[in-house]
């Protein structure tokens, strides 16, 4: 007896992606890895700050820490523009939709916070002693309470959910491919 593609899966299960879509949603999860550590090392610049001078140690940290938020997550964040949110924003659920306009949201938030802290670890990575340690502990604190929030709610709704459109999106026609392949065959 033939079986709908959504039979291969309980109801609640994400289905397992394959070929490229995998590559990408492996290397998105990743990212998120990159940046929690990321937000970690930035957590430990400020610590360290507390207890002596921007020695070479910080130093590199900051550099490290500007090289991630302003290359790896900008690109991060144009992928999930580009490959999550669509197939959520295309559906018809509101609730999914106004989650996905808040993740939306963050990434412009993210973007503006990123930048007032960018300028505070630049003047920490060149050696120069301008930046303002207050501001960036205030400003470090919101950054990361919002990153880990907002990667929160990616990985526990919204990309099962894309995986999931995704999925079916894939699986929507193979039958027809299959069956191209048997004409030509015989």
Not at 113 to 122: C, H
Not at 158 to 182: N, S
Request: aromatic residues 6%; contains cysteine; negative net charge.
């Amino acid at each position: 007896m033939p079986q709908s593609p959504s039979a291969h899966t309980s109801p609640g299960a994400v289905p397992t992606l394959t070929g490229r879509l995998k590559i990408q949603f492996d290397a998105l999860d990743s990212c998120h890895q990159q940046t929690i550590d990321t937000l970690n090392l930035l957590v430990k610049l400020v610590d360290q700050l507390d207890q002596h001078a921007a020695d070479e140690p910080v130093k590199r940290m900051a550099r490290q820490i500007i090289t991630f938020f302003g290359g790896e997550s900008r690109a991060h964040h144009a992928e999930e523009e580009h490959l999550v949110f669509p197939p959520i924003l295309q559906g018809l659920d509101h609730r999914l939709i106004e989650k996905v306009r808040r993740l939306q949201q963050d990434h412009v938030w993210l973007e503006q916070d990123w930048l007032e802290l960018g300028l505070q670890l630049d003047a920490i990575a060149r050696g120069y002693n301008w930046y303002d340690r207050e501001a960036l502990r205030q400003g470090t604190s919101t950054f990361v309470a919002l990153y880990l929030d907002h990667i929160d709610l990616e990985e526990s709704i919204i990309y099962p959910q894309a995986k999931r459109r995704l999925a079916e999106r894939a699986d929507a026609g193979a039958a027809r491919t299959q069956a191209e392949q048997a004409r030509r065959r015989a």
